[in-house]
């Protein structure tokens, strides 16, 4: 006679965490992973190990002129705590708009089991070098910070070099306290920097950036106090491919830009000079001859250009897609016809408010390079996604 078979009451609650794991990296919708960690504790669990990246939601997330006279998110050691706690396996963590964080707070980064990659602390007005050492102490493999308007100085950013040697990426626009020595500090200490920011930081002229790392591709110098010898520094790595040096001059006297065209700018692409208004044909056919490889230029309010500028581009620049002229006030007929003979790629002219140009030049230009789009939109930022 056969024995009666027995069941056994089977449940999900019954598999091991690491299969409940795989489960939850299969579920694609964010509602779905949501409504996962509600099922019970151990599954909340689960959810949170899988947690990447956490943002505080802020009204200077994303900083602004009308923004900043806003009163920031108000986050206590005691918030913070109890995410770090609860998110122990985050790449991306941002505090962006937390204007009243101190420096104690990052404390709680030194014991962080989790190797953070990218730390976003735009306009944290409380944290100064001293939290900058909690960082350097606690996130040895952070790839990218962002300092946007924070107080710190070059004592911060050497102890951030020697702690954070794998950095690739840091925004320090608007940090009016750092100088060339802090600058020099990252780039001897940090091999693969990438992407440095450091617009309207007047304490900077650029020298710290001598003998850069050839891995440096993209350099933020937006209205900076920056000199030959320091444009110099910048491109000296070999392997800058985007610059923005918009407005770096404009204060000054003399034609300083032709550096950039000395050699080592030869894999230039995108390069920003609006504003310049003292860069002259000396500069522009030093560019268009030692940066074969530009694909946009703004040379927007770039008065000192004149024929001779406007002809070398036209000669030399034989990959420009994108060219910004607007508002020059030397762009003449004779100009204009120089980029229509020349550019042979050129796909957009940016050319609103020309006061020496005439309409006949410019329908002639139209006429013979019916491909390229005239546009009156003028753009001061220029970058890879523009």
């Not at 106090?225 to 610059?243: D, Q, R």
């Not at 003292?278 to 250009?305: F, K, M, R, Y």
Request: proline share 2%; net charge neutral; aromatic share 6%.
């Amino acid at each position: 006679m056969e024995e009666p078979l027995s069941y056994t009451l089977t449940s999900i609650m019954l598999l091991p965490d690491d299969c409940l794991s795989i489960v939850f990296q299969f579920l694609v919708c964010s509602s779905d992973r949501e409504s996962f960690g509600l099922t019970c504790h151990r599954w909340l669990n689960i959810q949170n190990t899988h947690r990447r990246s956490l943002q505080f939601h802020s009204s200077l997330a994303l900083p602004n002129v009308s923004s900043l006279s806003q009163r920031g998110l108000v986050v206590s050691a005691y918030h913070l705590h109890r995410l770090l706690a609860r998110f122990q396996h985050l790449h991306y963590l941002s505090l962006s708009g937390c204007s009243e964080l101190p420096d104690s707070c990052l404390t709680f980064l030194q014991s962080y089991p989790s190797k953070l990659l990218h730390l976003n602390l735009d306009c944290c007005f409380g944290i100064t070098d001293n939290g900058l050492s909690l960082v350097a102490a606690g996130c040895s493999s952070l790839e990218a910070i962002s300092l946007y308007r924070c107080n710190i100085t070059d004592a911060g950013l050497k102890t951030l070099a020697n702690g954070c040697s794998t950095l690739k990426h840091i925004n320090l626009s608007y940090c009016s306290l750092v100088s060339d020595g802090g600058l020099r500090a990252l780039s001897q200490s940090c091999c693969h920097l990438e992407a440095v920011k450091i617009s309207h930081c007047s304490g900077v002229n650029g020298t710290g950036f001598k003998g850069c790392s050839p891995t440096l591709t993209h350099m933020d110098a937006d209205s900076c106090n920056l000199e030959p010898e320091g444009i110099m520094g910048i491109v000296s790595g070999g392997g800058l491919e985007y610059l923005n040096v918009s407005r770096v001059n404009w204060w000054r006297s003399g034609d300083t830009l032709a550096v950039i065209g000395a050699g080592f700018a030869t894999r230039l692409k995108i390069l920003n000079l609006w504003l310049c208004r003292t860069v002259g044909d000396e500069s522009i056919a030093a560019i268009a001859q030692g940066c074969p490889l530009l694909q946009e230029w703004n040379v927007a309010l770039c008065h000192g250009v004149r024929i001779a500028g406007w002809q070398s581009i036209g000669i030399n620049c034989n990959k420009l897609e994108k060219l910004h002229v607007n508002r020059c006030r030397n762009l003449c007929d004779l100009g204009l016809q120089a980029l229509r003979e020349g550019c042979k790629r050129l796909l957009v002219l940016y050319i609103g408010r020309t006061w020496k140009l005439s309409a006949t030049a410019i329908e002639l230009f139209k006429l013979c390079r019916g491909n390229v789009e005239i546009s009156e939109e003028e753009i001061m930022f220029i970058g890879p996604s523009n």
